[in-house]
DNA sequence: CCGCGATGTATCGGACCGATACATCGCACG
DNA sequence: CGTGCGATGTATCGGTCCGATACATCGCGG
């Protein structure tokens, strides 16, 4: 999972691990907590390893001008490659079980932008499958098991059981907007007013501004 | 966590490996989805090890009734000591900073009735807290950050901070209940009516029916 | 009689976290 | 004038937990 938001973040611009971490934050703050350096410094050795990203050093040569004014010791840039973006393409479009879980459905629903629509159905229908599973089972240890559980264990699978369904229609909405229309588009509910644009699906195979 | 689960469960009754699993997936069902074996044979041997638990044989001696007819193989059964309620009582009562994270405190409020009022409250503000903080994080986001994000990483937010406020309310409800009266009692939600109970919270140091 | 799904125990590699260590920079406060 | 503190920055280590896998038994239906 690291590796795809890592690939998918480096796609829009090369970063240090540092800045790394916090457009992870930004970007993956609904539904994890914070990456870990112990987890992000390993994958990046990895990704490195396999070819997906490359270092590219900072102020990198003909650096007379400011010798020691900005320095600013190790500082080193990550940068995707080609092989990078043909690893992310592949692993954006393809969906396993761990595309399902809460943290593999954020981190995929999170580069929706740059996934094809046929993919995002895809996803969002297996989702709202697999939370209505556990919906079920939550119904089921209610209303067959109720009375062996104590009220707090039970008060928690009241408000668990809520979520999924909160969950699911939020999930109705978004494969119904996906069918017959365009970017999520989520009106009145009155929370935290932001702009709202309409995003372009990119025709699939393209970036659109590679360097600014 | 899982040792906090496990003790907890094994309070209740003794069980082998399998049983405890389901138990496990039972209880803890609204906040994590299954406890892999690969995670819970490793603990159950920890926890072996500390002598928080033993392994208790099945049809112990004295089988020569029905030796082969249901003999069953392996299935260890486990079953707590008492040094492993010290310990439980011990973790229950303390919060940690993990205490507040989402599976920690799913765990915790779990095992509420085994709680002492006390600790109760300030878990449940700990956990207010905290997702305050994740919610103001998302506001932040929201607000400054807007531009720079496509629509689905912003509905993405957006949803992440509708949630936080859900649960922050829920909070409040169990903290007032917690402060004024008794077990939680959420009335008129409309979903999965189930019966409610009192419940009364164990004077601390007890355990009722042990062996029905 | 045979397979299949539930029950049951167990291990291995890998992903990720939390704590920790360490170094630099700029600025606020004494 | 210095000094200490918070932000920036890189890095490792031990430990927890997951997912895949293997294997054995049992009861039941076809």
Redesign the interface.
Known sequence: MLELAILGLLQESPMHGYELRKELT??L???R?AISYGSLYPTLRRLQAAGWITEAAETPATAEEVPALTSRRGRVVYKITAEGKERFAQLIAQAGPETY?DTGF?VH?????RTDQATRLRILEGRRRKIEE?RE???D???R???R???????????????C??EVR?LEE?IANERSGR????PQ?G??G??????SPPPPGESRKERP
Request: aromatic residues 10%.
């Open positions: 930004a970007k703050g609904a539904i907590a879980d954020g629903f999170a580069f929706f932008a556990r089972g939550l119904r240890v209610l209303a098991a109720a009375e559980l104590d009220a707090y264990t039970l008060e928690l699978q009241r408000h668990g059981l809520e979520a369904e909160r939020w978004l970017a999520p588009t989520v509910t929370t935290a932001g702009r709202r644009e309409e995003i």
